[in-house]
Each structure stands twice: as C-alpha cells, then as structure tokens.
C-alpha cells in the first residue's frame, strides 16, 4: 500500500531533550515537507526538501533540523526541544515538484507535547 | 511572499452546492492553486488543483477567473461527510531553485441536516 508513515505518533517530552521524528514514503517521491498545525494558524511548512541532499527551510523552521540522506525518509530532529513546539506535525511527500504537481501525500501525524 | 486568503468558517444544509473562495493576489506567473480536505486527526487530502478557467473531477470543481488573484472551490450537493476544513494552496519559490507550500488557515465547513 503506497503511504507515508511517521514515528512515533504520539510522544510526551521534556524540554531540552532531543528527539527525532521519523517520516518513510514508499512511492519513490521526490519532494518531502514537514509541516506543523497549531489551532488558528493552520499548516505551516517547517521544512521541505526537493530531492536527497537538497533541503530547504520553510515559513517556521527555528528550532528544528532536517536531513535526506535517501530517498524515502526525511526525519525532523528537535535538538533542544522548547514547549512552543508542542503541535501536531505532518509529513508529506509528492511524486515531484512541477509547477503543475501539487498533489502531496500526507502522514497520520505525530501529536508531540513538550513540557 | 505568496498569501492566501479564505473565509474562516461556513455553514451550509445537506444537498445544497457549497463555494469557498480564496484569494492569492500575489500568485506567480506558473503556479497552480491547489485544494485540500482535512478531517479532524487526519492529515490533508488532496481534492484539486487548476492554473485558469475550470478544473472539475469527480468531487468537486474549481473556478479560476482570468487575473488569478483568486479562485473558488465548488462542492456539489454537500452531506454531512463533507463536514471539514479546506485549504487553499499556492507555492513560494524558495533559495537555490526550491519550491515551498503556502497553506492558508483553512475553511471550517459545517453540514448540517
């Protein structure tokens, strides 16, 4: 079944400690994202990378760090975790980036608390 | 820095047609608007996308007027499964030749009975 998968789901922190959020697509897509929804301000891109080796910051990307090493996985890494980061993130993946290609495939999410 | 803009909420009756408007005054010359779904605990969900005219699929149909500075998504018939948030999309072009998603702060639509 074609999917993207996040790990984990659900994770409660403290702050400062580090974490890594793992993101698998099994479509051999190009483009990847990780955004974060928080209530009122809808889905915001953190950070979203073109192909392997080639990422870029989106509208929030303070305090988090990303790497695409292959193809299918794009982890979000929160070094130094803050509660200002407690959100819902999504993964997401698209076949490629053309102007004319907007169709991303989203995660289930992962509901990440920070006290 | 492409924005969108939408109406935060909207209700509307079971079987009747349901517009949403978005605004995206600053669009680029070849980018598409894009449409998605969104369930509560549930990621986004692509519905459609278009660059001018109309666009229509088997869900829904997209309007697009001949400036682009805005668009309108146009759900048929409504029921209550249609109950969700709706966003309109457009993109940004980052550094070095990459492309980010601008995501507005979405349509809440309620059906009712």
């Known amino acids: 079944e074609a999917q993207v998968t996040q790990n984990p789901r659900y994770l409660i922190t403290v702050t400062g400690k580090k974490l890594t959020v793992t993101c698998s697509q099994n479509m051999n897509h190009e483009y990847m994202s990780w955004y974060r929804q928080d209530p009122g301000l809808g889905l915001r891109q953190i950070y979203y990378s073109m192909n392997v080796e080639v990422t870029d910051k989106g509208d929030v990307p303070e305090g988090y760090k990303v790497s695409r090493k292959e193809k299918r996985n794009f982890p979000l890494i929160l070094e130094s975790p803050s509660p200002n980061q407690t959100s819902l993130y999504f993964c997401?993946?698209?076949?490629?980036?053309?102007?004319?290609?907007?169709?991303?495939?989203f995660g289930p999410g992962t509901r990440l608390t920070v006290l | 820095l492409a924005k969108t803009t939408q109406p935060i909420s909207m209700d509307s009756y079971e079987g009747q047609e349901v517009n949403i408007t978005c605004s995206h005054n600053n669009i680029a010359t070849n980018d598409y608007i894009t449409w998605y779904q969104q369930f509560p605990s549930q990621g986004p969900r692509f519905i459609i996308q278009g660059y001018k005219t109309k666009v229509t699929n088997e869900v829904a149909s997209l309007f697009i007027p001949a400036d682009r500075k805005s668009s309108t998504l146009s759900l048929p018939r409504v029921s209550l499964s249609d109950t969700a948030v709706y966003y309109c999309?457009?993109?940004?072009?980052?550094?070095?030749?990459?492309?980010?998603?601008?995501f507005g702060t979405g349509t809440r639509l309620k059906v009712l009975a």
């Open positions: 999309l457009v993109g940004e072009r980052g550094s070095s030749g990459t492309y980010k998603y601008i």
């Open positions: 997401a993946s698209s076949l490629s980036r053309r102007a004319d290609y907007n169709e991303q495939f």
